[in-house]
């Protein structure tokens, strides 16, 4: 077998104008011979010439079952060193990406298995083949065979956890994005190109060709990992579009591209690598034993967490987002339905069918599940489990809403609520679907109508979206808004909202603090309750608008709104300790302070509203447990009295503030002032 083939090499090569591809189809028949002679007889093996340097490499080895054996990388035999090979950026993806791999020259075999060289073969000498001109004598003949006995008895993994899925399947996705996205983005006339033009003229005007690139490669893996949940088995590229939800439009119309389109081959080669992990992994189980038996940390939330910490972690700080940990989202929801009961009389709280919910920036959707389950609750206690199923179809699919704008958290958070319904014993049919749409909750334009691939139901999406966002009256509204003081969100709409959170401050130098995203999620909350003239919100922020100077006219216009406002600084600041000089932790993996702020617009009180406040010091631990344990009704309220310029929301103590007022002014001391010298990256 080794005699023929090494004789095929020297032919090609003394034909004096061999290039390397020239040699491909020397190393495809030898390895299906191989596969032969070991009984793998539905070996298939397909070549891919290199467009670019960037993309897949070479050949491409599948098992006869749909599933990806591995990959080989191969070199014209005139390349004698592997070790500079081995060495470039594009090998160390190959080897990061490609759990099983073979680098050649046709001549010398390296084999890596998950990115470590576990053996490497020399079937015949260079040199007598480049400097002599004659046919190398086979060498290491039944070595070879073990390594490539190694490299076809490959398989996949089987068990993955939610954690280490996500893992493996950031790390394609980034390669999907860098190798192969971003270079077939590049041809002016490939398919590619006009999705983005599309999306940039239709959807967001100033989208760069990066994010595009980034915005494409997440909704394939997701709509990929959408449809692995609704299969059991025999799943892969082609058939995955037919497991896409209906009511995930987006997804569906995209995937008439990848699934049933004419791919490019690079494009497709990753693609199906990505649904061989897919393939082989029990997604399904991994979330059911979190929602059918209740074993371990919701994996929703450490899938998404683990993977745009994996894939893309600059993406991750600059929105600001950090999944809300569970014992935040249960105080939180819980305190809701308790005030609905107590202060907004409404006896059935969320079950009751005139409350409308909406999560403004919702993530993988966890506090609408949490108010989901609180729902259904509290019907089935009062009423029973006969008429759930109605219930759930007439005000849990009517009256709760979320917005989402990243495409990620927008798929995984479909997936989530189709289980939570399930657990419920209620099923999605083909055309229902939560009223969770993709959308940016800060920008009040529409799409254009249009028959466009992939923009129909976008443009559906965000009129759908738009109908919650101006016209449907809601009661509730809450969430953990992104926390990000150099805003990405600048529409008319929340720029001009913005203003009456700025009249007193209009003077200041800089008032960039109340550009920070989660102030602006805030205002746009305010703003809906106030249409309503009745409501109430619920959320977890950044603590600094509670005492921050720059920030004393959003707290007036917030008094001059609500009826009564809760505050229950979770401090966590990184360097603030508890006054007892001990441990002080956030309840997020971040190192600005955060606070929970209920706000209640009821109408029962006239004037300014009321403040009521509460410290929680400790570790994250003991902020968890107290959380765990206390709602609203339970926590320990202190009254505060905000009073004039400042309005603080935070307990201050003015007991010598007639004597420090009796002072000159600084101002009027100094006539002339600016801000210090800061420098910067020196």
């Known amino acids: 077998m080794l005699e023929s083939y090494i004789k095929k090499i020297w032919q090609k090569f003394n034909q004096g104008d061999a290039r390397e591809e020239s040699y491909y189809s020397v190393l495809e028949d030898l390895l299906i011979e191989y596969a032969k002679s070991t009984n793998r007889n539905n070996i298939y093996i397909t070549t891919l010439p290199k467009k670019t340097e960037a993309g897949n490499p070479d050949f491409r080895v599948w098992d006869g079952a749909q599933q990806i054996t591995g990959y080989i990388e191969a070199k014209a035999p005139t390349v004698k060193d592997l070790d500079e090979i081995e060495a470039t950026e594009q090998l160390d993806r190959y080897r990061k990406n490609f759990p099983n791999l073979i680098l050649t020259n046709f ?388 720029e001009e909202a913005m203003k009456i959170y700025k009249e007193d401050v209009k003077d200041e130098i800089n008032i960039q603090p109340l550009s920070n995203d989660y102030v602006k999620f805030i205002r746009f909350a305010h703003w809906k309750i106030d249409q309503s003239k009745i409501g109430i919100i619920g959320m977890i922020t950044a603590n600094s608008y509670l005492s921050g100077l720059i920030f004393r006219g959003m707290r007036k216009k917030l008094l001059e709104s609500f009826d009564e406002i809760y505050i229950l600084n979770l401090h966590g600041y990184y360097t603030e300790k508890s006054p007892e000089d001990s441990k002080d932790e956030n309840v997020f993996e971040i190192t600005q302070g955060v606070s929970i702020s209920l706000f209640v617009k009821n109408g029962e009180n006239k004037g300014f509203g009321k403040v009521y406040y509460k410290d929680i010091f400790g570790t994250r631990e003991e902020k968890y447990a107290y959380l765990e344990t206390h709602s609203f009704q339970t926590t320990d309220w202190k009254e505060l009295n905000p009073t004039d310029p400042y309005y603080f929301f935070v307990e201050k103590d003015f007991s010598m503030q007639k004597v420090y007022d009796k002072f000159i002014s600084v101002k009027e001391i100094f006539d002339r002032f600016a801000s210090g010298v800061k420098t910067h990256r020196d």
């Open 107 to 494: 001549l010398k075999f390296r084999l890596y298995r998950n990115g470590e060289m576990i053996d490497k073969i020399v079937i015949g000498r260079q040199d007598t083949l480049i400097r002599v001109g004659a046919k190398p004598p086979v060498e290491h003949e039944k070595e070879f065979k073990e390594l490539l006995n190694k490299f076809f008895s490959f398989t996949l993994p089987r068990d993955y956890t939610a954690e280490s899925l996500a893992r493996i399947l950031a790390e394609k996705t980034r390669f999907l994005r860098e190798e192969v996205v971003k270079e077939e983005a590049k041809e002016k006339e490939s398919k590619l190109s006009g999705f983005y033009e599309t999306f940039k003229r239709y959807l967001i005007n100033d989208l760069s060709i990066s994010s595009f690139v980034d915005l494409f490669s997440q909704t394939i893996v997701y709509g990929l990992f959408a449809a692995r949940m609704r299969v059991g088995s025999d799943f892969n590229r082609k058939t995955a579009y037919d497991y896409i939800p209906k009511t995930i439009g987006i997804l569906r119309e995209l995937f008439t591209f990848i699934s049933i389109g004419d791919l490019p081959k690079q494009m497709e080669w990753s693609i199906d690598d990505i649904v061989s992990v897919l393939a082989v992994a029990d997604v399904k189980s991994i979330f059911e034993n979190y929602y059918r038996l209740g074993k371990g940390e919701d994996p929703v939330v450490c899938f998404y967490e683990t993977f745009l910490s994996t894939y893309n972690p600059e993406e991750r700080e600059k929105r600001g987002v950090y999944y809300t940990p569970q014992p935040v989202v249960r105080y939180i929801v819980n305190s809701l339905n308790e005030i609905l009961k107590t202060k907004m009389h409404i006896d059935e709280g969320f079950s009751d069918r005139k409350v409308t919910v909406l999560d403004p920036a919702a993530g993988t959707l966890s506090f609408i599940a949490e108010a989901v389950k609180c729902a259904i609750k509290e019907f089935t206690e009062k009423y029973g489990e006969g008429k759930k199923q109605e219930f759930i179809k007439e005000h849990i699919l009517k009256d709760f809403y979320a917005f989402e704008l990243m495409m990620a958290p927008y798929a995984i958070g479909h997936i989530k609520f189709s289980f939570i319904l399930e657990e419920e014993g209620y099923r999605l049919s083909e055309d229902e679907r939560p009223g969770f749409y993709l959308t940016n909750t800060l920008e009040m334009k529409t799409l254009e109508t249009t028959n466009l691939p992939l923009m129909s139901a976008l443009s559906e999406e965000s009129h759908l979206a738009e109908t919650v966002k101006k016209d449907t009256p809601i009661l509730v509204i809450l969430g953990n808004p992104p926390y990000s003081v150099s805003s990405m969100n600048k529409s008319d709409f929340i």
